[in-house]
């Protein structure tokens, strides 16, 4: 075999060349997606202010009991839904404010129709006019991302003919590769959807009409939702490939209950404790809706937004 020196001058030449092209284009090219999917930081961590709860310290099964396992040390829980069922589970307590927060890490692969959820809502105690606002991850099909759709329903706008103010993100991280911690800070003045403490979404108070202002319940699912979920119901749940599984751990409540004195005060959504984010929160959802934000109900032209007066 020959040594390199022993090759003609051309074909060094020529070697040399594509060293030379090879080595500038690596310096021209972007760093890696893994480097640029990280958001700043909020400079706020309002997770860091509750302690992890076990699950019958403030949950209890509502439906799919068969479909739902505590772990031993009662901290976390395992939802998954098959062909026969999917499972739920509900706060002991009703809220009229606070931080809500789970940890869930979903199932890879295919899981079309399927929907992860973590939620408040009204629904049992207000039937066909409750209040809602909702975190979901909606299963997908291999090689394309999860979404986490982010919605709020007021006094029934999803009942009967809906009318849904949603904001969906393919996430800067892979779901299934690890926890991540979802949360709902929810006052008087504001809705913030955070992940791991990152704000991707504030959902300010308006108008009376257009904010959930009656008493919730901290709730967590598995379901399935074909005819929506996984690029408007094109794909559908294939049973195929069931069990899908859900683990929710963290579990976090803080806030006023419906019961609690007048005194209680709301969970802070900022630092300064005002309505106001700071300017570190304010760059941090920036950067997530800039870069992972890919449906914002009011800026699709299809919608009719007389119903949408805060747009």
Partial sequence: ??????????????????????????????????????????????SGMFRPLGFSEAYRILWGSQHQTVSPDGKSLTLWMDSSSGSG?????????????????VQPGYTAGVNTAFYLSNSEEYPGHHDEIDMELLGTVPGEPYTLQTNVYVRGSGDGTIVGREMRFHLWFDPTADFHHYAIIWNPDQILFLVDDVPIRRYERKTEATFPDREMWAYGSIWDASDWATDGGRYRADYRYQ????????????????????????????????????????????????????YYYCLDTSRDHALYPEC
């Fill in 1 to 46: 075999m020959a040594r390199p020196c022993d090759l003609p001058a051309v074909q060094q030449a020529a070697a040399l060349l594509l060293a030379c092209t090879l080595a500038l284009l690596a310096m021209q090219l972007p760093p890696c997606r893994a480097q640029q999917q990280q958001p700043p930081s909020p400079g706020y961590y309002p």
């Fill in 89 to 105: 589970f509900k706060s002991t307590r009703a809220y009229r404010n606070g931080y809500f927060g789970a940890s869930v890490r």
């Fill in 243 to 294: 069990p899908f599984v859900s683990r929710f751990a963290g579990l976090m409540i803080g806030g006023c209950a419906a019961d609690a004195s007048t005194g209680c005060q709301p969970v802070p959504a900022s630092p300064s404790g005002t309505t106001a984010l700071s300017a570190q929160q304010e760059a941090a959802m920036r950067w997530a809706q800039r870069n992972s934000m890919v």
